[in-house]
Structure formats: C-alpha cells, structure tokens
T-cell receptor, first 113, second 109 residues
Framework: NAGVTQTPKFQVLKTGQSMTLQCAQDMNHNSMYWYRQDPGMGLRLIYYSASEGTTDKGEVPNGYNVSRLNKREFSLRLESAAPSQTSVYFC????????????FGSGTRLTVV | AQRVTQPEKLLSVFKGAPVELKCNYSYSGSPELFWYVQYSRQRLQLLLRHISRESIKGFTADLNKGETSFHLKKPFAQEEDSAMYYCALSGSGFQKLVFGTGTRLLVSP
C-alpha cells in the first residue's frame, strides 16, 4: 500500500517547455487535489477532482491543466512553463465527505529557468 | 469566504518550553479544522483533527468558535518537534481544504 505516489520528484524546465506531473493513489479515494507550496504563502489549491470524471479549478489554476485519467490517477500539466511556476507541487487524496484528512504525496520540486 | 491566518512565520523555543502555534479562521458555517505537520523535506502529515479531540505526540488543539481560533499547544517542546506546521479548514461536506501560510517551529537544545 504505497498511498499517494508522485513522479517525478525533481524537475528543471526551461521557460516555455511543457511537462506533466503524475499522481496516483491506491487507497480507492474518490477525491484528488493538486496544491502548490511557496514560501510565505502556504499551500494553494490549483485544481481538484471530486470524483472520477470531474475536475474543477481551485485558487490558482492559470497556466495549468489537469486530467483525472481514472479513479487512481490525477495528472497536472504545464503547457508552457514560466518562472512563476517554480514551486513544490503536492498531490493529495481523500475519501469524499470523510473527515479523516488528506493523504499527501511526497511532492515534486519544480524549477523553471 | 474561507480564510486561515497563522500570524507567526517562525516560532523559536528551547527544549522543554511550552509551545503555542496560533491559528485563526474565518468561515460562516461550521468548519472542520485540522493541523498538518511537515518535517524537513517530507510530505505533509495529518497531526490533529478537531472533531477527534485527540492528543498526538503531546500536541492538543481546541476549537474556540467564539474566538474563531484553533491554536496548537504542547506543554514541553522536544527537538524532534521542529517542523513546519499548517492549520487548515474545510466546510461541511466536500473536503476542499484551505491552508494557512504555515508556522515554522524551531526547538533548540
């Protein structure tokens, strides 16, 4: 039981390049989330998926797209990376409408130069 | 609108001293409050949920609806408590968490 798995762990991109961050969970959770973590700003929600087949914007969706490929996988895509997207990205999942809290992945540290 | 405020960016204490990490929230309904902890370069972990009224690693937190606060407390800090602590809030029903900006706790020997 791996929990929430994110790949890659580290990535350096040049401005304008694209990439996809992968997230998979094996806990049969319904809801999945992508957050970015920046110093002094805490965690901000980028996109979320309440259930398979649905996605919604969070607080900071600009420059990102997501795909809920199936119940297990929720990917985050940067179509044209910008230096402002340098951050640590966390994926999380939860059983919908439970109160047990999120399970987080280990994060992807992305640097855009 | 949901908002979580953690007024202290850094809290530095000596081992054995009491610790209180402050968290205030803004929410019009009945919130669910959480504390998450992130040790150096690790993933965030759930530390406490207000509904469970539990004590984890010696930490407790009480929801004060009158003061809209959910402060995290520990009577005697340990060096291994050094970490980043995030307070988070969600409304009833669907769990979309709003996080505070975090407080870094540094416990010195």
């Amino acid at each position: 039981n791996a929990g929430v798995t994110q790949t890659p762990k580290f990535q350096v991109l040049k401005t304008g390049q694209s990439m996809t961050l992968q997230c998979a969970q094996d806990m049969n959770h319904n809801s999945m989330y992508w957050y970015r973590q920046d110093p002094g700003m805490g965690l901000r929600l980028i996109y979320y998926s309440a259930s398979e087949g649905t996605t919604d914007k969070g607080e900071v969706p600009n420059g990102y797209n997501v795909s809920r490929l199936n119940k297990r996988e929720f990917s985050l895509r940067l179509e044209s990376a910008a230096p402002s997207q340098t951050s640590v990205y966390f994926c999380a999942s939860i059983v919908t409408e439970s109160n047990y809290g999120y399970t987080f992945g280990s994060g992807t540290r992305l640097t855009v130069v | 609108a949901q908002r979580v405020t953690q007024p202290e960016k850094l809290l530095s204490v000596f081992k054995g001293a009491p610790v209180e990490l402050k968290c205030n929230y803004s929410y019009s309904g009945s919130p669910e409050l959480f504390w998450y902890v992130q040790y150096s370069r690790q993933r965030l972990q759930l530390l406490l949920r207000h509904i469970s009224r539990e004590s984890i690693k010696g930490f407790t937190a009480d929801l004060n609806k009158g003061e809209t606060s959910f402060h995290l407390k520990k009577p005697f800090a340990q060096e291994e408590d050094s970490a980043m602590y995030y307070c988070a809030l969600s409304g009833s029903g669907f769990q979309k968490l709003v996080f505070g900006t975090g407080t870094r706790l540094l416990v010195s020997p």
